[in-house]
């Protein structure tokens, strides 16, 4: 069939998305989380899903290793590294953004507290052990939300 027609871009924020609550029943939102106060961005998500809606998020996922002093050290050495062969604004994004990059645990954890259900993580395997892996995400809204 022609979609065109039921399809439409709108702009806003994703820690106040600009739809009315209950309106999809699919969210979608891919890479763009690491930039945004997560919490926020999944409260909002579940706001606007229906009953029974679907959440389907990819994102870089933490290695949990990054959580210990070592990996903090690491990264920090390496987002440094990063900076001095990116230029100076793009190396202050991705070090902003390495804060909002979670375990699967964390994400687990958070998805739940925003009041998903049937929670699915599958994590890619990262290139190199110091690098975030690619996580896919899938969760639900309970039919008989509050």
Same mark, same amino acid.
Not at 79 to 87: P, R
Not at 110 to 131: D, K, T, V
């Given at each position: 069939?022609?979609?065109?027609?039921?399809?439409?871009?709108?702009?806003?924020?994703?820690?106040?998305?600009?739809?009315?609550?209950?309106?999809?029943?699919?969210?979608? %939102?891919?890479?763009?989380?690491?930039?945004?106060? $997560?919490?926020? =961005?999944?409260?909002?998500?579940?706001?606007?899903?229906?009953?029974?809606?679907?959440?389907?998020?990819?994102?870089?996922?933490?290695?949990?290793? +990054?959580?210990?002093? $070592?990996?903090?050290?690491?990264?920090?050495? =390496?987002?440094?590294?990063?900076?001095?062969?990116?230029?100076?604004?793009? &190396?202050?994004?991705?070090?902003?953004?390495?804060?909002?990059?979670?375990? *699967?645990?964390? +994400?687990?954890?958070?998805?739940?507290?925003?009041?998903?259900?049937?929670?699915? =993580?599958?994590? *890619?395997? &990262?290139?190199?052990? +110091?690098?975030?892996?690619?996580?896919?995400? %899938?969760?639900?809204?309970?039919?008989?939300?509050?």
């Amino acid at each position: 069939g022609n979609l065109s027609a039921s399809i439409f871009l709108v702009g806003g924020s994703g820690m106040e998305l600009p739809f009315a609550p209950e309106v999809f029943d699919v969210v979608i %939102c891919a890479f763009g989380t690491h930039h945004m106060h $997560v919490p926020r =961005l999944l409260q909002e998500m579940r706001r606007v899903l229906r009953a029974g809606g679907r959440l389907v998020v990819a994102e870089a996922g933490a290695p949990s290793y +990054w959580r210990t002093i $070592v990996g903090r050290v690491l990264v920090k050495i =390496l987002l440094s590294a990063f900076g001095l062969t990116k230029s100076k604004a793009r &190396a202050q994004i991705e070090e902003d953004a390495f804060g909002h990059i979670y375990t *699967s645990e964390e +994400w687990r954890a958070m998805l739940s507290g925003a009041g998903f259900g049937e929670i699915r =993580l599958r994590p *890619s395997r &990262a290139r190199r052990i +110091w690098y975030p892996r690619a996580l896919a995400m %899938c969760a639900m809204v309970e039919k008989d939300r509050a």
